[in-house]
C-alpha cells in the first residue's frame, strides 16, 4: 500500500455539488465507488492496485436510475446490497453476484419511499443507515428533516413499516392547536430542535437508536425491527453530567456509538469540538445519563473553523467513521481532512464496569492523529474530500481509502491501536523466572525501555498534506505552512530523538560504572576463588586420611568382636538339664522361703496369744512337738539338698 494518489478517471468530468459526500464504500476487499452524474457504480479489488495505477475496474449499470443525485453510498451488513441516498431520497441497488468480465453489469435498483418524497417536498434526507439487525440487508433506518424516525423494508420499499417521532408528539401538537397553526416539519422542527444525526448502539442492548439533536440533546428510542406500538420507547434527552453548559455548543452536527459496554458516544460539532460521552446508570435516580469523558478540539484550517458563523454549513460538517478493526479507534472526517482518535480509557471503562472494585482512572486523554490534509493553507485551495473508507486485509494490513474531489484516491496506511513495545534489554532467567532486581531500579522506577518509549512518543504529526493548484497561494502562506512543519518536524521529531538520545547516553555512563565496578568485584572474587581452592584442597586430603583411620577402626572392631563371639564356651546336654533342673529348684526354695516366712508369722502369732487361750493336755503337747518336729526335719533336709545341689553345681 502507498500513499501515492491513484487517478480515478471515471470521475474526472464529475462536477461535485456539496462536499458533505460520502462516495465511496467497500466490502470483502472490494470498493465501492459511485458516480452522482450517471449514478454509475465502480468496483475494484484494491489488491489490483499496483504501480500507481488500477488494474481493472468493473462498472455497475442500475435497472432504474433514481430520480436523485445520490451523495452517499453504504454496503449492507451481509454485503448483497448497496445503499444511495441523497437529501431527496433512497435508493437501494442489489450487488450481483456474478459479474461480466468485460463490459457494464446491470444491476436491480429500487427506489425507498419515492411516494413519500414526492408528496412531501419540504421534507428531507437527514441521516441514513442499514439496520445493523437485518439479516439478509432489508431494513434501512431513515431520519427525515420532520424529526421522525422511520423504517422500511426493502421488499415493501413504498411505505415505511414503522415510524416514530423523536419528540412529544401530543403535547407539541396540542400547543400548536392552542395557537390556532396547523402543524408541518418546519414548525415542529422550530419547536423541539432538528435531529442531525443518529447512530446504532451495541447489539447486547438491542440496536437502541441515539439520535443528535443540534443543541448537544441525546435521545434514545428503543425500536426493534418486530416493532408495536408498545414496544417502541423513546427517552430522552438525556442528563449531561457534569451540568456546565459552557462546554455545549449549538452546532452539533455527527454521532458515533462505539461497539463497547458501556456504551461510549462521540459527538462532533461544526466548529471543530469532539465530545465522548459514557451511558451509565446515575446513582441518585434510577435513569441513564450522559457522563463527559472528555471534550478536545481539532485543529481546522481557516474556512472549517469559520463555517459555522455564517459560512458553508456543509463545509464543515464533521464525520465520524467507526473503525471495525478496533472498537477504541474513530476517525474523523473532514471537507479538507481526515483524522484519527484513538480512547484508551475505553479498556479502564470496560475493567470497570466488569469488576466494580477495581479503580476507574479516565485522566488518560486521547491520542487525536492527524493523518492527511487537502488544504493546507485553508480558503485558497479549492480540493476537498468526497469519501473515506476502511480497508483490512490479513496480507495488506489495514488502510484508509480517501476519495479527493479532483478524482484521485490516496491510502493511508494505519498503524495498530496498540504500539509494539520496545523489547527489554534483559531476559527472563531459567524456568520463566524474572531475573534478579537490578541496583538500577532504586533510581528508577520505570524500565529504561519504557522511558525511551515515553520520550518518543509524538502528541503531534504532520499529516500527509495533497493540494490542487497552487497558483492561487501566496508566498506568506506557503512561508507559514513551511514554517509550521518546520517546527512539528524540529519539536517531534529531531528534539524527542535528541532528548532520546542524551538519555542514551547518560544510561551508557551509568551501565559503564557499572561494568567497571562489577569488573572489580570479579576480580575480587576470582582472588577469592582461589583460596578456597587451596583450601578446599587441604580438607579433602585431611578427610581422606580421616576417612581412612576410621576404616581401620572398624575393622579392629570388628575383629575384636568375632574373637569374643570365638571364646564364648559350648554347653553340653546335661549341663543344659542340669541348668533346668537348678532354676526349678531356685523356684521351689522361694516357695518354702515363703511357707517358712508365713510359719515364724504363726508361732510369734501363737506365743502373743498363749495366755489368753486354755492350755493344752500332754497328749496333745506331745503330737503337736512331733508334726512341728517333722516339719522341722522336712526343712532341714530340703535345706541340705539344697546346698548338696549348690555344692555340685
Known sequence: MSRVPVPFSQLEDVEFCSTRCELVTQHDSHVYVCNPDTCHIYTYHYRDLSGGKIASIQELVLSQVPGFTPSHIAMGPNGTKLLLWSERGVAVVEVPKRRRPKGPT??????????????????????????????????????????????????????????????????????????????????????????????????????????LEENSDVHILRMPLSATDES?????????????????????????????????????????????????????????????????????????????????????VLVLLPDHSSFDRYFVKTATGVYSVVLPSIH?????????????????????????????????????????TLLQDSILGSSLLVLISNAEFIQLPLRSVTRETIPLLTTAGEGGKEPPASPMKQLYTKPFSQRIQTLLDRTTSNPVLRSGNAGGM?????????????????????????????????????????????????????????????????????????????????????????????????????????????????????????????????????????GKFPSLSGDQQTKVKAILQENDDKINSLVSKLKSAEIKT
Open 106 to 211: 446491470l444491476c436491480r435498483c429500487v427506489q425507498v419511499g419515492c411516494r413519500f418524497y414526492e408528496a412531501h417536498s419540504k421534507v428531507s434526507s437527514v441521516d441514513v443507515q442499514w439496520h445493523p439487525g437485518s439479516t439478509d440487508d432489508n431494513y434501512i433506518a431513515v431520519l427525515t428533516s420532520d424529526n421522525i424516525m422511520r423504517l422500511y423494508c426493502t421488499e415493501e420499499p413504498n411505505c415505511a413499516i414503522a415510524s416514530y417521532p423523536l419528540f412529544d408528539s401530543e403535547s407539541i401538537q396540542a400547543y400548536l392547536h392552542c395557537l390556532n397553526v396547523s402543524t408541518g416539519p418546519s414548525l415542529i422542527t422550530a419547536q423541539t430542535g432538528a435531529m442531525t444525526s443518529f447512530s446504532f448502539g451495541p447489539e447486547e442492548q438491542g440496536f437502541p437508536i441515539f439520535a
Open 232 to 316: 417502541v420507547k423513546l427517552e430522552g434527552p438525556l442528563r449531561v453530567l457534569p451540568p456546565n453548559n459552557d462546554c455545549y455548543e449549538l452546532d452539533f452536527s455527527s454521532i458515533l456509538v462505539l461497539g463497547c459496554s458501556p456504551p461510549v458516544l462521540a459527538c462532533a460539532s461544526l466548529s471543530g469540538t469532539v465530545h465522548h460521552l459514557a451511558l451509565l446508570s446515575s446513582d441518585e435516580e434510577d435513569e441513564e445519563c450522559l457522563y463527559l469523558l472528555e471534550m478536545f478540539s481539532l485543529d481546522l484550517p481557516e474556512r472549517e473553523a469559520g463555517s459555522s458563523e455564517g459560512g458553508d454549513e456543509e463545509e464543515g
Open 474 to 610: 501566496s508566498e506568506k502562506a506557503l512561508l507559514d505552512l513551511l514554517l509550521k512543519c518546520t517546527a512539528v518536524f524540529r519539536e517531534e521529531y529531531v528534539g524527542r530523538q535528541s532528548k532520546a538520545r542524551t538519555e542514551i547516553l547518560h544510561h551508557m555512563t551509568l551501565l559503564q560504572d557499572q561494568h567497571s565496578q562489577h569488573r572489580a568485584e570479579l576480580a575480587e572474587l576470582e582472588q577469592s576463588i582461589s583460596t578456597l581452592k587451596t583450601a578446599s584442597t587441604t580438607l579433602s586430603q585431611r578427610s581422606s586420611n580421616v576417612s581412612k583411620r576410621q576404616q581401620n577402626l572398624q575393622d579392629r572392631v570388628s575383629r575384636v568382636t568375632r574373637d569374643v563371639q570365638n571364646l564364648l564356651p559350648d554347653l553340653s546336654d546335661a549341663e543344659n538339664s542340669l541348668r533346668g533342673e537348678m532354676t526349678e529348684l531356685s523356684q521351689r526354695v522361694k516357695c518354702l522361703k515363703i511357707d517358712a516366712d508365713q510359719l515364724r508369722s504363726k508361732l510369734k502369732f501363737q506365743k502373743a496369744t498363749a
Open 348 to 388: 479502564r471503562l470496560q475493567t470497570f464496569a466488569k469488576d466494580e472494585t477495581s479503580e476507574l482512572n479516565l485522566e488518560c486523554e486521547s491520542t487525536v492523529e492527524h493523518l492527511l490534509c487537502v488544504q493546507p493553507v485553508g480558503v485558497s485551495d479549492p480540493t476537498c474530500l468526497f469519501g473515506a
